[in-house]
Nanobody, 128 residues
Framework: QVQLAESGGGLVQAGGSLRLSCAAS????????MGWFRQAPGKEREFVAA????????YYVDSMKGRFSISRDNAKNTVYLQMNSLKPEDTAVYFC?????????????????????WGQGTQVTVSS
């Protein structure tokens, strides 16, 4: 199991930016696609973005395209989510996750029922 720890959340004004980090432990980090998800109170968990094991391809849900950007630094075992032009609707707990199967394309994380590992989440609150 890969252990994941999110950080970088906080309170930000609408229109502002945040950069979330997901630090991973494990020798096989570079073999797995990684994803970001979020869950707002009273809502289901929502896929946000995913990135391939190499970082060569990404996949975003339509509502986040152009505002959010996922990246990874495999040398640091870290995945990032850059969030710009934040809206109050973005308020949620953000989780990172590692795929359960190595070297899958990132879009598969948006439809997989279970992934290999999850972090504890970091709270993002966007004020109006």
């Amino acid at each position: 199991q890969v252990q994941l720890a999110e950080s970088g959340g906080g309170l930000v004004q609408a229109g502002g930016s945040l950069r979330l980090s997901c630090a991973a432990s494990g020798r096989t980090f570079r073999s797995y696609a990684m994803g970001w998800f979020r869950q707002a109170p009273g809502k289901e968990r929502e896929f946000v973005a995913a990135i391939s094991a190499s970082g060569g391809s990404t996949y975003y849900v339509d509502s986040m395209k152009g505002r959010f950007s996922i990246s990874r630094d495999n040398a640091k075992n870290t995945v990032y989510l850059q969030m710009n032009s934040l809206k109050p609707e973005d308020t949620a707990v953000y989780f990172c996750a590692a795929d359960s199967v190595p070297f899958r394309t990132p879009h598969l994380l948006s439809v997989s029922a279970d992934l290999g590992s999850w972090g504890q989440g970091t709270q993002v609150t966007v004020s109006s």
